[in-house]
């Protein structure tokens, strides 16, 4: 499929200092929750330090929760959110 000339040797690189270590993702599907998402945010924040990401996905904010998000984005660089297209008016899951 490819010739000699464009083929490139990878090389693996360990780059986590600590491979037994746990990395954790925490990933909140959102959708108008400025009643809830405070208390939610400060739960996840204080369980552990393992979490090395919590990741806020919009799904079409119309309230406060992207002001309450980007309060707890410049306290804590863990915490960051997604744009992603609203969901249909219909979507029940």
């Known amino acids: 499929m490819f ?3 464009s083929r490139r040797q990878l090389k693996c690189v360990q780059t986590d ?7 954790i993702s925490v990933i909140l599907p959102v959708l108008n929750e400025e009643q809830r998402i405070a208390a939610c945010l400060d739960g996840v924040i204080a369980q552990s330090e393992e979490v090395q990401e919590i990741l806020v996905v919009d799904r079409g ?9 980007a309060r707890y984005k ?9 744009d992603a297209s609203p969901i249909d008016v219909n979507w029940t899951g």
């Open 3 to 5: 010739g000699a000339k």
């Open 61 to 69: 904010f119309t309230d406060a929760t992207r002001g309450i998000v």
């Open 74 to 82: 410049e306290r804590d660089t863990r915490v960051s959110w997604l």
């Open 17 to 23: 200092p600590a491979p037994s270590a746990e990395r």
